[in-house]
C-alpha cells in the first residue's frame, strides 16, 4: 500500500544544516502582513518586524520555516514508507515550542522524525516531530506538524486522537482582523514554500480549489503576529509557543479575523475568514494555544 506504518513510523526522516540572517527574518515578516497597515512604516511597534535595527525582534513561527527558508523547489514528499503525491496533502497542524527568543541570525542543525501515521478511513495522518540545535548542541526550538492525505486511508489502523482546545464563553480579550493582500501567497512563497498550489491556478484547479490558496502557515504567522500585537504588547521576546490546526482555507483578498482570549497563564484563538456571503465565519485556524 502506498503508505506502510511499520516503516514509516519511527523513521529518521533527516538531517538538515541551515542558517539564517536577518535579511530572511524581514522577508519572512513582511511575508505574513507585517508593515502593511498605514502608517506602520513610521511606527516603531511595527518596525521590530520589518527594520534590520537594534530592535529586531523573531517571531517563534519563523522557527518552522527556517531550515527550508532558502529552498527554490517544491517541497519533497520523500518520507520514509510513504508514496504519496503533492497534490495529495494539506497542512494538518502545527507547533512551535521555543526555549529562548530566536536570535536574527544563526546557524542551526535540524533532525526531524516520523512520529504517527494515523489512519482516517478515507485519509490519512502523518505526524513529524524535528529538533533544531545550535552548533554548541544547545536545544533551540521543537516542532510537531502533521499533513493531511487525501485517499490513502483504509487499511484498518490506529486513528489517533486529539483534544479540541475549547475557547472561553465570553468575549474575546481582542478581535483583529487582517485583510491578505492579493499577491499574499506569491510573496509567502519566497520563504521556501514554492507549492504550485498556492500560485498555479492550473494545479489548485486540479487539486479541487477555484483558485490558488493562501498558505497554511503564512495563515499561522498571521495570526501569532496579530496575536501578539493584540494582547503582548506586539512584544515575540514573550511568546514559548504557538500550536495551530489547519481548518479551513483562506484565499487571497480575503480577510482574516483573529479573536483571542487570556485563559489560564496562555492565550487561546480562532481565526475565521471576515467577510460577506457564504465565507463569513469560514474557519481559518482552530485549537490555537500561544504559550507565554
Known sequence: ??????????????????SWT??????????????????????????????????????????VVA????????????????????????HGSQSIEVTAPLPTSG??????????VWDKGKAAVIWQEGVATA?????????????????????GG????????AVPDRAPDAE???AVTPQQALLYRLCGDRNPL???????????????ILHGLCSYGIVLRELTDALLDGDATVVRGFSARFAGVVFPGETIRVRGWREDGRVVASATVAGEGERDGAPVLADCVLSL
Open 1 to 18: 500500500m502506498p503508505i506502510d506504518p511499520s516503516v514509516a513510523i519511527g523513521a529518521h526522516v533527516g538531517t538538515t544544516e541551515f
Open 22 to 63: 536577518a535579511s530572511d527574518v524581514l522577508l519572512y515578516h513582511l511575508g505574513i502582513g507585517a508593515g502593511a497597515r498605514p502608517g506602520d512604516h513610521v511606527d516603531p511597534g511595527a518596525l521590530r518586524y520589518t527594520f534590520d535595527g537594534p530592535s529586531l525582534q523573531v517571531l517563534p513561527s519563523f522557527g
Open 67 to 90: 531550515p527550508t527558508f532558502h529552498m527554490t523547489d517544491p517541497p519533497p514528499l520523500d518520507l520514509p514508507g510513504c508514496d504519496i503525491n503533492l497534490a495529495q496533502v494539506v
Open 107 to 116: 546557524t542551526a542543525t535540524l533532525e526531524t522524525t516520523l512520529t504517527d
Open 135 to 155: 552548533p554548541s548542541g544547545e536545544e533551540l526550538w521543537r516542532v510537531r506538524s502533521s499533513i493531511f492525505v487525501r485517499g490513502e486511508g483504509g487499511w
Open 158 to 165: 490506529e486513528r489517533g486522537s486529539s483534544e479540541p482546545v
Open 176 to 178: 483583529t482582523t487582517y
Open 198 to 212: 498556492h500560485a498555479d491556478p492550473d494545479f489548485a484547479k486540479a487539486a479541487g480549489f477555484p483558485a490558488p
